[in-house]
């Protein structure tokens, strides 16, 4: 069996009516999240594993983080080292330190504990809904299934 040299990860999330609220104030919104694991062994892919959620009454940041953290605890090789790519800027830069978190913070704590877990993880931002990336599209479809599924 081949050893596992290295992971990327994809995730997105996604909302549908992100902030709106009934005539009770409840919120109408309904999220979804996805992620995308791809296990290497040099160029060789070893292993992809894709899964999703949904929740209702989330914001569309909420179901970024959810699919960042849903992603980090279902990697077990925390000692290799693993890209993740979010299009979520601002979780991104939550991550590396560039970005003064001020909601959320039950999530950014938990992301923030299972960051430490890993030996060498790095998180890139890529620019989501274009035709060059079908990683992100790949979670990006399968994201905005998960928060349709809520209707």
Partial sequence: MKKITAIEVHTD???RDNGKKDENDKSLS????AYKI????GEEVLRTVMAGGNEKGTTNNRMEMTAILAAM?????KSVPVRLHSDSEIVIKGLTGEYKR???????EQLMAEKEKFSDITFEWEKGHIED?????E????????ADKLK
């Fill in 13 to 15: 999330g996604a909302s």
């Fill in 30 to 33: 309904r999220g979804g999240w």
């Fill in 38 to 41: 791809i296990e290497k062994s």
């Fill in 73 to 77: 605890r279902m990697i077990s090789e």
């Fill in 102 to 108: 001020s909601s959320n913070e039950d999530l950014w």
């Fill in 133 to 137: 990336n079908p990683d992100n599209a």
């Fill in 139 to 146: 979670v990006d479809k399968l994201a905005t299934e998960m």
